[in-house]
């Protein structure tokens, strides 16, 4: 039993099939390959921690991230999110930006998003682990497919979600939803490069509408202050 093969009990009857398959044994055996090599985020513990964090039969939100943060202590399997007491990334500055400008909601003093996944939002990158300090450094190694099995069991869920793709990178996932069934809400990513396009495209408003529409809670997106 490997750190991958540490699935959350709520998904392993939808991806439980995943684990046997040939790409995945080949998706193990490099990461362990890597971790032998030197520091591979996030630790073994949190590579499912998005699916840990919030339960298949949860899921209102899907947001798609790309891969995680490759800097000591600040990814831990949640996009977007780093844990508390790490400085918030540009990314999510510009979401929280957005955020106080659409919501009113206060800035907090943390990047820690924990609060939103336990609330049925589940931060999903699409690579599961990074090599230290290398962006990009286990793509194309697997964790692609693995993930797009994950937003599939989702989309054939019969209980509607909505998924957020920012860029173009997460809008390439769009053939694998029912958009009949589903809500998408696009847009650009909020990284600094593409920033300019994504203040003022009010995704929240959005997803507050489309989960209200399908019968779901509302989410608070205010995260609190950890100070």
């Not at 000591?72 to 929280?96: A, D, M, W």
């Amino acid at each position: 039993m490997t750190d991958i093969a540490m699935l959350p009990a709520s998904w392993r009857g939808v991806l439980g099939e995943e684990l046997q398959k040939p790409y995945f044994k080949e998706l193990t055996e490099f990461v362990e390959e890597e971790r032998a090599k030197g520091p591979v985020f996030p630790p073994r513990d949190e590579v499912f921690a998005a699916l840990e964090a919030t339960p298949f039969d949860r899921v209102k939100v899907l947001v798609l991230g790309q891969d995680p943060y490759h800097g000591e202590g600040q990814g831990h399997g949640l996009c977007f999110s780093v844990r508390p007491g790490v400085k918030t990334p540009p990314s999510l500055r510009n979401i929280y930006k957005e955020l106080k400008e659409e919501l009113g909601h206060p800035v907090p003093d943390n990047g820690y998003l924990m609060p939103w996944a336990q609330q049925g939002v589940l931060l999903l990158n699409a690579v599961l682990t990074v090599r230290s300090g290398e962006a990009n450094s286990h793509k194309g190694k697997g964790w692609e497919k693995f993930t797009d099995a994950v937003i599939r069991a989702v989309a054939e869920r019969p209980d509607p979600a909505v998924f957020v793709l920012w860029g173009n990178y997460a809008q390439k996932k769009l053939p694998l939803i029912d958009t009949e069934r589903h809500v998408v809400v696009k847009g650009a990513h909020p990284s600094p490069l593409s920033a300019k396009k994504f203040f003022g495209s009010r995704p929240f408003t959005q997803i507050d509408e489309a989960v209200a529409a399908q019968g779901h809670e509302s989410i608070d997106w205010r995260i609190p202050d950890l100070g």
